[in-house]
């Protein structure tokens, strides 16, 4: 397909995400999106403003707040021919919609022999940083990895996040779509035509030899501007953006650390249990006697995340707590 | 094979055509889940086990009325349901025996059948949790200007879940294509129905969602199918979803685990008096609709449809452990992007 327009447009995370369900409707006339206040107020967080006007009632549905059941229509109505974009608020409120997200979209594929496929796409918002508290803050994107039968998206770019979606909703199977909440406002520049972007590979956002930060979604921008500070000192650090949680690009993951030989994964989850200490097994499982040291584990504190801002900010990873990690992971005299 | 009521709701009379049907779709679900008693005993089934036996009457009642283009969503009390709705004997069995040749290759057993052939939805083992997926297979279909009506059925310990009362409300408000059938068998597992709901009226429940809502003799094939045809008439007229409690009962215990000491045996006994298959087959026969030769023949083709589903489930294979992971992602080389 020919570009119509190449030159950049700066615009925002949300634009970015907009513009991707926006390209949706217009492509294919089975995209609708649903979800509570996404059609007159415009979303939670102002990700759909203006399609209703633009696409009329009927494919933007503004539904009940009944979490598990307009999930579980995205999911019946996936399966029987359209392709659904269902938004829930925040990821805290997906587990009104575990019970459909686990038990059905999860299932049904493999539990009826493949007769039957659910290419839904469950976007939602994400993560800390907000004051929100601990009912609007989790990041629970590395939970749900856990799931066979779900992909996990965490779009750290404007790229990623209008490109993944079209992606995802293309593919047979259901999709969910972490948003970190603290992106939406996020600046940068996209061209005009940006496409689809493939949904399985792992990417190095910033090349490195000396060690190798893993991470993903909320804390790519943090690892990113941790490698900066780094690199001032003479730690050269790469940092490879997950992109997706599940199915898990391992071999990116340890092709990384075969250069590096030393990791620091960055996870707003909590440690316990967590996708850290799965890529943190992957590492052990497959580069074991590449590695130059110990892998360290930047994550939030195990508590549910506090209002207030120095609270809230002691308990997410930060720049400094992860140059104190490399710093440990280099060893010596640095901190 | 339906049997039209006219513009009054009487019934057309009954053909002695359409009345064999009734009875015999009735007793192949009952023959097939007594054999699947005694192989469960010889543990050639294993799992859960829910049998439908005293229930038969709404299944056939409510689905003879559906066509092809309808879809179904049941729970894990379903091989009455996908019997009647065209599933095979041989499949179902088949995926009792936890073979390949099942209709869902083994992997759901008794409480997960699902074909897509006939626009079957499983057999889901959540209570409750069927509705929502309803709710959205009619929604597809509204929004495709299709004229499916999906029949969801349940019990009346799903009206306790939070996913009923959503799933009500949403399919009036968006006036969806849904018959909700809840078949109120009076417990839910062993809890009696006036122990776990403050309200029992459960089509006043239904109608608070402003749902169209009645009670019906879930022991009675006829009623059922009056029922499931005014319903379904004013379904595909585009008047939104119907809710439809059927008072019925189940003759056996739960599943295959229950000593059913939270009812007692006269209770049952009672309710078999009014059996909805030894019922039927006596009102036709005293009406001279059905004769005793036709009866026994009825029988003779049912066992014989029934053994054959056995052999074949005997005979089938089971699923290579190497394909244990397909289709937990669709297969892009076999669907296409589906």
């Known amino acids: ?33 649903m979800g509570e206040d996404v059609g007159r107020y415009g979303g939670c967080f102002a990700v759909s403003r203006g399609l209703l006007e633009e696409f009329g009632p009927e494919r933007i549905r503004d539904t009940p707040l009944s979490e598990a059941t307009f999930v579980g229509a995205g999911i019946g109505a996936a399966i029987a021919g359209m392709r659904p974009i269902v938004e829930i608020m925040t990821v805290n409120f997906s587990l009104l919609a575990l019970d459909q997200i686990i038990n059905n979209a999860a299932t049904i594929s493999h539990m009826s022999g493949g007769q039957f ?49 079209w992606t995802a909703l293309e593919d047979p199977d259901p999709v969910l779509i972490f948003e970190h909440g603290s992106l939406y406002n996020m600046e940068g520049e996209l061209p005009a035509d940006a496409g689809p972007v493939d949904i399985e590979r792992a990417i190095v956002r910033r090349g490195g030899f000396d060690l190798s930060l893993i991470t993903y979604g909320g804390t790519l921008r943090t690892a990113l501007a941790a490698a900066e500070e780094l690199a001032a000192e003479g730690i050269d650090c790469e940092v490879l953006d997950l992109r997706v949680l599940r199915p898990l690009d391992t071999a990116a993951i340890l092709a990384s650390v075969v250069k ?55 308990a997410l990873p930060r720049i400094e707590t992860i140059k104190q990690a490399v710093h440990r992971s280099v060893g010596g005299g640095r901190g | 094979m339906t049997c039209a009521t006219d513009r009054h709701g009487q019934p057309d009379p009954l053909s002695a055509e359409h009345a064999l049907y009734l009875l015999s779709q009735m007793l192949r679900i009952r023959r097939f889940e007594e054999k699947c008693v005694e192989l469960y005993s010889a543990a050639r089934i294993r799992g859960f086990v829910h049998l439908y036996v005293g229930q038969e009457a709404v299944a056939v009642g409510t689905m003879q009325t559906l066509g092809p283009d309808d879809a179904v969503v049941a729970t894990y009390r379903e091989h009455g349901h996908a019997l009647m709705r065209g599933v095979s004997a041989r499949s179902i069995m088949a995926e009792m025996f936890g073979k390949v040749e099942g209709c869902s290759r083994g992997r759901g057993g008794s409480m997960h059948i699902f074909d897509a052939a006939t626009r079957f939805y499983g057999g889901n083992a959540i209570v409750g949790g069927g509705l929502p997926l309803a709710v ?45 059938c809840c078949e109120n068998n009076l417990y839910a597992m062993g809890t009696a129905l006036a122990r776990s709901e403050s309200e029992t009226d459960l089509a006043l429940k239904a109608s608070s969602y402003e749902v169209a809502a009645w009670s019906v003799d879930g022991m009675d094939v006829l009623a059922c199918q009056r029922a499931a045809e005014r319903a379904t008439a004013a379904i595909r007229g585009g008047g939104g979803p119907v809710f439809l409690e059927f008072r019925t009962y189940r003759f056996r215990a739960h599943s295959m685990y229950d000593p059913e000491l939270y009812r007692s045996k006269e209770e049952v006994e009672q309710w078999k008096e009014r059996d909805p298959i030894a019922t039927f087959a006596a009102s036709l026969q005293s009406s001279g609709l059905v004769t005793t030769d036709a009866l026994e023949r009825l029988e003779q083709q049912v066992a014989a449809e029934i053994e054959d589903a056995i052999a074949f489930a005997e005979a089938a294979g089971l699923e290579p452990l190497e394909d244990m992971m397909r289709f937990l992602y669709t297969e892009k080389d076999r669907h296409g992007t589906a």
């Open chain 2, 136 to 180: 959205g297979l009619a929604l597809a279909d509204k929004m495709r200007g299709l004229a499916g009506v999906t029949a969801c059925f349940f019990g009346e310990g799903a009206v306790a879940e939070g996913e009923f009362h959503e799933s009500m409300n949403l399919a009036a408000l968006w006036k969806l294509p849904v018959l909700f």
């Open chain 1, 260 to 314: 590096t030989h030393r990791a620091v994964i960055v996870d707003e989850g909590w440690r316990s249990g967590s996708i850290s200490a799965e890529i943190c097994a992957r590492i052990v499982e497959g580069a074991f006697y590449e590695l130059d040291a110990p892998v360290a584990r930047v994550c939030s504190c195990e508590i549910p995340m506090p209002y207030a801002w120095h609270l809230e900010q002691a």
């Open chain 1, 117 to 165: 496929h659910v290419p839904v796409v469950i976007r939602m918002t994400t993560g800390a940083g907000r004051q929100l508290a601990a009912q609007h803050s989790h990041s629970l994107e590395g939970w749900y990895g856990h799931i066979p039968g779900i992909k996990v998206l965490t779009p750290a770019t404007l790229e990623d996040a209008r490109g993944m979606l």
């Open chain 1, 1 to 33: 397909m020919a570009p119509l327009e190449t030159a950049n447009a700066v615009m925002t995370y949300r634009d970015a995400v907009r513009a991707g369900i926006r390209d949706a409707l217009l492509r294919d006339q089975r995209v609708f999106l």
